[in-house]
């Protein structure tokens, strides 16, 4: 009785299991052509719930790829709070990014995109991308360990043409640029037909409008926007920065919103 009764205590003292976040690319395994742009996230799980800031730090073969832009994560500009984002290149194959939260008591709500990366493809080969260095930060702004890591491959094949798709990137322009009255969201985009979510933000990373359209068979698809928010108020003039998403991947602008 008394050994049943101390295997209980035991297990009623015994620490639960904190779970372990992994950050990690997303996709896992990309192939693509000699000149071609591609787009790629650093994601982190739900192996954590709050996050106020993180550095990641990663690294590939430069003369297979490069990082034409990284910018900031869904995670931290679609969640209403000010942010500051950073990108560092250390060397044209090792780049560092970090972000963070402003105000001590802001935080966001994992799983979610932390940083996202557009690359060109330069040549014939075959690189991995690993994360070098990881900084993650709770609520209380103290560090998150332990942690886990994914990498990724990517694999420059030949040039063979464009094939089916009428561009090899997604683009989104928006004009006229400044604008006072109204401005046409132009996105040009590879693979066809298919539903378009438009978000805007503004300079402080708060999501302000959204609007939506439909890509035509030629990979075209054109949306106006008035410059008003989601209430349906007209909104103050500055610069907003618009987000397309859709099966094509992301497109992104900043348009100026005149008096």
């Known amino acids: 009785m008394r050994i049943v009764t101390a295997i209980a205590a035991l297990l009623v003292l015994a620490p639960t299991a904190t779970p372990s976040p992994t950050v990690y690319f997303e996709p896992e395994v990309v192939t693509v052509e000699e000149g071609q742009i591609f787009e790629m996230g650093i994601r982190i799980d739900a192996g954590t719930d709050t996050l106020t800031c993180f550095l990641v730090e990663f690294m590939f073969d430069s003369d297979v790829i490069e990082l034409v832009d990284a910018i900031e994560g869904s995670l931290f500009s679609e969640s209403g709070h000010a942010t500051m984002f950073d990108w560092d290149p250390q060397s044209p194959g090792l780049h560092q990014c970090n972000d963070i939260t402003l105000g001590f008591d802001y935080y966001v709500m994992c799983p979610g995109e932390l940083v996202h990366l557009e690359f060109n493809a330069l040549e014939m080969g075959e690189t991995p991308i690993s994360l070098t260095a990881v900084d993650l930060r709770d609520i209380r702004r103290e560090r ?111 348009v100026t919103l005149m008096k």
């Open 144 to 254: 998150i360990q332990p942690f886990n890591t994914e990498g990724a491959t990517v694999t420059v094949e030949p040039e063979t043409g464009v094939g089916d798709d009428l561009f090899l990137r997604s683009e989104l322009v928006c004009y006229p640029n400044p604008f006072d009255h109204s401005t046409t969201l132009e996105l040009r985009a590879p693979g066809g037909a298919g539903p378009v979510d438009a978000v805007f933000h503004d300079a402080s990373g708060r999501v302000v409008a959204r609007t939506s359209f439909t890509l035509s068979d030629t990979g075209v698809g054109l949306v106006p926007w008035s410059g008003t928010a989601l209430d349906g108020s007209r909104l103050p003039v500055g610069v907003y920065y618009v987000t397309a998403s859709g099966s094509f991947g992301t497109a992104r602008d900043r």
